[in-house]
């Protein structure tokens, strides 16, 4: 079984509107969270870290992890077509450097 | 800013061969990573090593050898190229073991 479990595994969701994915971790050593952006041909981007329980905000894009039940979730705001991409939730442990990731969410913008 | 450079581009090797990717990145990064990625798996950590001349096993090292010779290259053997194997590798590279990776663009396998 995988240690970082992402749902949905796609998702469409209309231009300007609220996209919401989420990535749930079933291995309490894992205290860093990431999310990474692939668009179709290139290496995965960073988005942003989360570390600290509570919500992050950077732009349009807001995390929210919950240590105790071990959830992530990242948030997109007012989406744009350039936002269609497959994104990944990655955990490690501190200093371990060993980042495993989700295998996924396949995120459509329709215009 | 830095880049991360994979070669070849595209693979296509026979069952049985032993194919070699190659990796190099000019950020002066410690840490340098190989994962595969198969359609609906996500990305799966084959190899890792936070300096050079070192190494350490990721969740799918089996069929896999490394090497990191030097700061800016880390290679991956295929050890023997599986029938109608098809999966893109992507090299990464980060500062520390807590920093963001940064990836190269994949090199994409095809066995025949």
């Known amino acids: 079984q995988q240690k970082v479990q992402q749902s949905p595994e796609s998702l469409s969701v209309p231009e300007g509107g609220m996209a919401s994915l989420n990535c749930t971790s079933s291995?309490?050593?894992?205290?860093y969270f990431w999310w990474y952006r692939q668009h179709s041909g290139e290496g995965p981007k960073a988005l942003m870290?989360?570390?600290?329980?509570g919500d992050k905000k950077e732009g349009r894009f807001t995390a929210h992890l919950n240590k105790a039940s071990l959830h992530v979730s990242l948030h997109i705001r007012d989406s744009q077509p350039s936002d269609s991409a497959l994104y990944f939730c990655?955990?490690?442990?501190?200093?371990?450097?060993?980042?495993?990731f989700g295998q996924g969410t396949k995120l459509s913008i329709k215009p | 800013g830095g880049i991360i450079t994979q070669t070849p581009k595209f693979l296509i090797g026979q069952e049985g061969q032993k194919l070699t990717l190659k990796c190099q990145q000019n950020?002066?990064?410690?840490?340098m990573y190989w994962y595969r990625q198969d359609s609906g798996k996500g990305l799966r950590l084959i190899y890792y090593s936070i300096t050079e001349n070192d190494l350490q096993k990721g969740d799918l090292s089996e069929g896999y050898d490394a090497s990191r010779e030097k700061k800016s290259s880390f290679s991956l053997t295929v050890t023997s190229a599986q029938k109608n194997e098809m999966a893109v590798f992507l090299c990464?590279?980060?500062?520390?073991?807590?920093?963001?990776?940064?990836f190269g663009h994949g090199t994409k396998l095809s066995v025949l």
């Open positions: 291995d309490r050593n894992f205290q």
């Open positions: 950020f002066n990064h410690d840490t």
């Open positions: 870290s989360i570390f600290s329980d």
């Open positions: 990655a955990a490690s442990v501190y200093n371990q450097g060993k980042l495993i």
């Open positions: 990464a590279s980060s500062k520390d073991n807590n920093e963001r990776l940064f």
